[in-house]
């Protein structure tokens, strides 16, 4: 099977301080691939280089696109990298303003999304603007409110809903459970769960809460001081930590 992300020798830094250094792995059709590590690891730097966001020192991301097979994105012209984030990719923000328009409708952000691609038939955007907001839990009659009237859960299911209407085939996550009550990010993470089953997303998801790689992470990598420490199955990981990084990590969280 074709890697659909093969990514090699990632390296950014800023001065002295080490982003993230040499970091290597392949992402395959359907598969999530988890990132964790303490504050300052290196994760989110990781992420938004693989994205597109950061611009890395070093290395290579390349995706295997519909059209025109395996390409270099770091290597691609903006408008390039603009028409990828916009259809076969998508980026899930820890803070949902971050991913929304807040003085627009919650149909008019997921429709938005749809005419960046090329829809132009109002009633075609509406009625599937609609039909992803009660994908993600959202009732239909609150198509023309308001992000700000949503509670942060609801938020966080729109932007979720704006990013996957154009069907992408990589959603790029970054502590997509963060800041949210315990009860809500059960809620999300179960809709995540079943939204990547069922379209067959590959996902790489950061994140600190080693609770949100269990439950949706095939596979994972952990992260301290910019390089990669361990990587394995998930569950081998977090059963079975070899690095003592790690053993820490899972420990830490045993004893809270």
């Not at 290579?60 to 691609?76: H, N, S, Y």
């Not at 028409?83 to 949902?96: C, E, G, K, N, Y």
């Not at 075609?124 to 039909?131: E, F, H, S």
């Not at 509670?151 to 997509?176: C, H, K, W, Y």
Request: charged share 25%.
């Amino acid at each position: 099977m074709t890697a659909l992300l093969s990514v090699s020798g990632i390296t950014k830094n800023y001065g002295a301080y080490v982003g993230c250094a040499d970091v290597s792995f392949d992402l395959y059709p359907g598969e999530v691939m988890g990132i964790v590590g303490e504050s300052g690891s290196g994760k989110s730097t990781l992420l938004n280089c693989l994205a597109g966001h950061l611009t890395p020192d070093r290395g290579e991301v390349v995706f295997d696109t519909r059209a025109d097979g395996p390409k270099d994105t770091v290597t691609l012209s903006e408008p390039e990298r603009r028409m990828l984030s916009r259809t076969d990719w998508a980026f899930v923000h820890q803070h949902a303003r971050d991913g929304l328009r807040m003085g627009v409708s919650a149909g008019g952000n997921v429709g938005e999304r749809l005419m960046a691609v090329g829809e132009r038939h109002y009633g075609n955007i509406r009625d599937k603007a609609t039909d992803w907001l009660e994908r993600v839990e959202i009732d239909a009659t609150r198509v023309d409110d308001r992000p700000t009237t949503f509670s942060g859960g609801m938020q966080q299911r729109l932007q979720i809903a704006r990013n996957l209407v154009t069907g992408p085939r990589l959603v790029f996550m970054d502590e997509p459970t963060g800041g949210l009550d315990v009860s809500v990010q059960a809620r999300l993470l179960d809709l995540l769960r079943g939204l990547v089953r069922d379209m067959g997303l590959s996902a790489i998801i950061v994140t600190h809460d080693l609770a949100v790689v269990r439950l949706l992470a095939d596979r994972l990598m952990v992260m301290k001081s910019g390089r990669v420490v361990e990587a394995g199955l998930t569950d081998q990981v977090l059963d079975d930590p070899q690095h003592a990084y790690s053993q820490l990590l899972v420990s830490s969280v045993l004893q809270v």
